[in-house]
């Protein structure tokens, strides 16, 4: 399992806060932020920065304006039919349906024809035609205005997915601007004592730097070549006070293929040190050869 630094970093932790991940992506993260502290915290921190940017950035809609338009477009969906119209239209719809239930005489046999009712006046007929046109062009009406109300929301959802997409972008930009200037500041501080790593016999191409501030006890490291560690092996810094070893840390992927300065845990006093290959989560002292040192 990758160590919780390179872990936070590989930008999985804001996927999640995004709901971007899949139902298993999402329980192993849970499950990583169980194991380590860590990154529970990131994880919190993430969410919390995410619900900030949202509210910064965020341009509501007017008091009501989506029940409104949706109390609109179904009320004309719903329209009743004509009163005038109703009767008129319905008696035709059922003398068509009626004529087509009745048996068809056989061929030859005479045909028994009801005598014709009298027919409606031209006027009513003008009347009911014009309120059922009127109708159907209604409902046609509301079927556009739903469906283009239809569009226009998913439209607005796959806005607030690329809103939100482009916000965790943002996010991890800012975090590595942030990571850039305190670099900086610490390259720039006179209070920090640059000590050089050499390679040991064991391993001469080897070469690092220590960054030691002694007032604040802040310790950096800049590696400017190291191998890619074998499979289950992690580098890890010694600082070494008085010839006894002190745990200064392990470094994490990115550090020791020497992408950035990485801050280190804190040391009170030391004389030199030195970085060795230790299992993965480092050792309580250390176990394999020397592969840098320098003195202070």
Known sequence: MEDSQTYIESGILEQYALGLLAPNERAAVEAEAARQPAVAQELASIQLAFEYYADAHARELPTGMRDRVLSKVLAQVALPTPVAAAPVASAGLRADVDALARPQPAPGEAVVRPLAAAPAPAGRSRMALAASVALLLSLAGNGVLYSRWQNADHELVAMQGNQNRLAAN??????????????????????????????????????????????????????????????????????????????????????????????????????AFAVTLEPVGGSASPTMPIQAMGTI
């Open 170 to 271: 943002t996010m991890v930009v800012e975090k590595k601007l942030g990571e850039i200037r305190q670099q900086n500041e610490v390259l720039r501080d006179a209070e920090f004592r640059f000590v050089a790593l050499a390679g040991t016999p064991d391993a001469p191409a080897d070469k690092a730097r220590v960054l030691f501030n002694a007032k604040t006890r802040r310790v950096y490291v800049d590696v400017q070549h190291l191998p890619a560690p074998p499979a289950g092996r992690q580098y890890q810094l010694w600082a070494l006070n008085n010839g006894k070893p002190v745990d200064a840390g392990v470094l994490t992927a990115d550090a020791a293929a020497g992408e950035r300065l990485e801050r280190m845990k804190d040391i009170a006093s030391a004389q």
